[in-house]
């Protein structure tokens, strides 16, 4: 699939085909991130730092568990 690379103001932007705009479900406005991997990049609707970040915090609800049901008491 081919994306084309225009000129938006002062600013470089990527016009996504209509079919990847729905399998990502993301519209006009939309935020999505890149992120770069050994072979290019990655666009995502997602932030894979927030993604990271909670994953983190669920490892430490479940290691304090116990604490936290305490203090929400």
């Given at each position: 699939?081919?994306?084309?690379?225009?000129?938006?103001?002062?600013?470089?932007?990527?016009?996504?085909?209509?079919?990847?705009?729905?399998?990502?479900?993301?519209?006009?406005?939309?935020?999505?991130?890149?992120?770069e991997?050994?072979?290019?990049?990655?666009?995502?609707?997602?932030?894979?730092?927030?993604?990271?970040?909670?994953?983190?915090?669920?490892?430490?609800?479940?290691?304090?568990?116990?604490?936290?049901?305490?203090?929400?008491?």
């Open positions: 699939m081919r994306a084309t690379v225009t000129k938006i103001g002062n600013s470089t932007g990527v016009i996504l085909p209509k079919a990847v705009t729905d399998r990502l479900k993301v519209k006009q406005g939309d935020i999505v991130f890149l992120t991997t050994p072979t290019g990049y990655t666009v995502t609707p997602y932030d894979p730092e927030f993604a990271e970040q909670m994953e983190a915090a669920r490892c430490g609800m479940q290691e304090y568990r116990n604490a936290l049901h305490e203090l929400a008491k």
